[in-house]
């Protein structure tokens, strides 16, 4: 691999745990971080390439897959990837009409978006950790983390376009004032309207946290999940570097948890997209 190449465990799992970072370091100029101490100077003003390079390309090849299947469907009989592409959509369309009480022509094709893109992001997890990072380090390329979804930076960015959309329609459906009241005059009401006054900031508050956690949970339930299983990928990977009994043991531990976890990565994928729906679908009531 690269100079930066990991010798220990603890540097082995440190270097595999690490984005590939731009950003301003500590004399001004901009540049690749170069370990925890140019992160640590870079501070907010950066960007983890990896996370992005790998998130906007699985996004266009998820484009680019379902506009080929769109461009070459028949009405005969229909080839395995047009099969499995109608598959999807009918699944998704199911789950919105049993999620999303109203007619909003946006969310099946928002939330087709978001199974698809996040379980790309997810099924990252799956190629071994050791071949895109080797390969980049023969480019002299020092840090590779290939997964998006276990940069938290792309967790909360998917969360904050959903809670942004929240918001709208909140406000595009009830009105400034609905969602203004709705979030001052619920759990606590009252026929008085001094004490409903005096509920008033009490129930901000509690609509106002409950509000906020939707995007907050959203991100890190898909970032803890995903970060979890990447530890766990890395910490077998370890065993390759012991006798051939361990890396034989590795060897079936992995197959193992990679046949689970393709359950994981498809399961995480399915709840952000049902919690994207719910939400949207809570956002578009008068009262929730």
Sequence with gaps: MSATAPHTSAEYIKHH?????YGQHADGHWGI????????EMGFWSINLDSMFFSIALGVLFLWGFRKAAKSATAGVPGGWQNFVEWVVEFIDESVRGSFSGKNPL????????FIWVFLMNFMDLIAVDWLPWLAGMMGVSYLKIVPSTD?????????????????????MKGLGGFVGELTLMP??????????LFMPINFLLEGVTLIAKPVSLSLRLFGNMYAGEMIFILIALMYGGNLFMGAFGGLLQLGWAIFHILIITLQAFIFMTLTIVYLDMASQEHH
Excluded at 17 to 21: D, E, K, Q, V
Excluded at 33 to 40: M, P, R, S, V
Excluded at 152 to 172: D, E, R
Excluded at 188 to 197: E, H
């Design 17 to 21: 745990l690490t984005n590939l970072t």
């Design 33 to 40: 971080a170069h370990g925890a101490e140019d992160l640590a």
């Design 107 to 114: 969310i099946a094709p928002l939330a087709l978006t978001i």
């Design 152 to 172: 938290p930076n792309i967790t909360f960015g998917l969360s904050l376009s959903v809670f942004a959309l929240v918001l709208y329609y909140s406000v595009k």
């Design 188 to 197: 606590f009401q009252s026929d008085n309207k001094v004490v409903q006054t």
